[in-house]
């Protein structure tokens, strides 16, 4: 499993923007399809964004489609999440994941990321979006 460290998190105003960043070690990074999740207190985790191994096809939830945008580096072994027009419901903490598994729909993919990475999380970077 690849070893990934989150980075970037702050306190943002309502409409204010973030820039994530998630380092890879220990595996070939543009081996694996890259994911962001987040969870908000007393809440389940869940997904937000999704990249491919090479970086030219994205997946979003819903509610930030338009507003973030998922990519990558893979000569530095980053994956990246700009976070725009942030809302206060966009408070949480963000977590990264990846997997080498090829999936052909995204939500399998998502989660086959999620299944690997139980139990397993790195810390993540806690986002504080206020109103």
């Known amino acids: 499993q690849v070893q990934l460290v989150e980075s970037g998190g702050g306190l943002a105003q309502a409409g204010g923007s973030l820039r994530l960043s998630c380092a890879a070690s220990?595996?070939?990074?543009?081996?694996?399809?890259m994911g962001w999740f987040r969870q908000a207190p007393g809440k389940e985790r869940e997904f937000v964004a999704a990249?491919?191994?090479?970086?030219?096809?994205?997946y979003y939830k819903d509610s930030v489609k338009g507003r973030f945008t998922i990519s990558r580096d893979n000569a530095k072994n980053t994956v990246y999440l700009q976070m725009n027009a942030l809302k206060p419901e966009d408070t949480a903490v963000y977590y990264c994941?990846?997997?080498?598994?090829?999936?052909?729909?995204?939500?399998?993919?998502?989660?086959?990321?999620?299944?690997?990475?139980?139990?397993?999380w790195g810390q993540g970077t806690q986002v504080t979006v206020s109103s």
């Open positions: 990249i491919n191994r090479g970086g030219s096809a994205t």
């Open positions: 994941a990846g997997t080498t598994t090829q999936r052909a729909v995204w939500e399998a993919l998502i989660a086959t990321m999620e299944r690997e990475f139980a139990g397993s």
């Open positions: 220990g595996r070939t990074f543009s081996n694996y399809a």
